[in-house]
């Protein structure tokens, strides 16, 4: 019974670390087009000043 819950907590584990690496990744993807976006929207914004 032991082995039973041990594989299944690690199945667990491994399951949860693959997504907390996904949510990560995503975070950081998420920042950087955050601040792409932000450096277009300033690029915009001087561009429709001029106009």
Known sequence: ????LDSQKKK????????????KALKEET?????ALSTRIEELEGELALC
Do not use: G, I
């Open 1 to 4: 019974m032991q082995e039973l």
């Open 12 to 23: 667990l584990t491994e399951r949860n670390d693959a997504l907390e690496a996904m949510v």
């Open 31 to 35: 920042m950087a087009t955050t601040m």
